[in-house]
């Protein structure tokens, strides 16, 4: 039956439908019905829409008893404006005429234009009295000038030398923090009996009894920690890495008090100007690399040795 109607459509209804078919992989059959279901639903809302327009004067109806109430609301409130403006009329109306006076304001008034006048003549008397006062300003500014300079510069010198300490002090610290680390890796070795250990970071044997900083003699990589050999035939491992630091709290927070002080009192004080000849930490030279010990020279060649 669907092939007879499909049969007896029009050539163009005919391709349309088979070339839809066709692009959505369908046979033309379900196209043809997919159409004429979307034909009953148009034809079903247009009933409906023309239903709703017998309703259109039943609701012009209701629109205009909406305007009419309204109307009324809007004539209340004009009604209660123009009252309002009456009663505004009449309350401007019983106010004092223009050309009434104030007795007690002109006394007032008086006595504060006195008050000026004698507030003019202290300032009169001030001006004179700094005048008079600052006659050497020229001679006091250059004194300031010049004790101002001679601070600045003492503070210069105070800020050098706290920097210098400070340095100092950083490299005392980093010596005692290698020495400790070093004492602790001899330390763990006379424990364990080990003469020599395998560098975890490159695999060289190291003697320890040669070691004279917790660093590789072959890669300069420090050690941290020392294990013992896990067997007879075993090898000891220098466990490489940044020991913990040694620095206390209050060293830190007695570091940072100077650091804030400088900082405060002292801005632009150690970035001088070049003309001055000062040099900052910025400008120093990098400290050269430190010459290789005689012990770390024996340690390094008896691996090679050993190997």
Request: glycine share 6%.
């Amino acid at each position: 039956m669907q092939g007879e109607d499909r049969a007896s459509l029009p050539d163009d209804l005919r391709t349309w439908v088979e070339a839809r078919a066709d692009e959505e992989g369908v046979d033309p059959e379900t196209v043809l019905a997919r159409a004429l279901g979307t034909y009953r639903l148009a034809v079903s809302d247009a009933g409906e829409s023309l239903d709703g327009d017998a309703t259109v004067p039943e609701r012009l109806d209701g629109v205009e008893g909406r305007v009419e109430a309204l109307e009324g609301e809007l004539d209340e409130k004009i009604s209660d404006v123009r009252t309002r403006v009456v009663q505004v009329k009449r309350e401007t109306d019983e106010k004092a005429p223009r050309d009434h006076a104030h007795p007690e304001l002109d006394a007032e008034l008086d006595r504060l234009a006195d008050d000026v006048h004698a507030t003019r003549n202290r300032m009169a008397d001030l001006d004179e009295r700094v005048d008079a006062g600052f006659e050497n300003f020229e001679e006091i500014l250059t004194y300031l000038d010049e004790t101002t300079a001679t601070v600045d510069e003492n503070l210069r010198t105070v800020a050098r030398t706290l920097l210098d300490l400070r340095a100092r002090a950083a490299d005392l610290e980093a010596a005692e923090r290698e020495r400790t680390a070093l004492s602790e890796l001899l330390r763990t070795a006379n424990a364990t009996g080990e003469k020599k250990a395998r560098c975890e970071d490159c695999g060289e044997t190291v003697h320890l009894d040669l070691l004279a900083e917790p660093r590789c003699p072959s890669c300069r990589t420090p050690f941290r920690d020392l294990s013992s050999s896990p067997g007879f035939f075993g090898s000891a491992t220098l466990h490489t890495g940044r020991p913990p630091a040694l620095e206390s709290a209050d060293s830190a927070r007695a570091t940072d008090a100077v650091e804030d002080l400088l900082d405060e009192a002292l801005t632009g004080v150690v970035d001088d100007d070049p003309a001055t000849g000062d040099v900052t930490d910025r400008d120093r030279p990098a400290a050269p690399r430190e010459e290789e010990s005689p012990q770390q020279g024996a340690a390094a060649g008896s691996e090679h040795g050993d190997d």
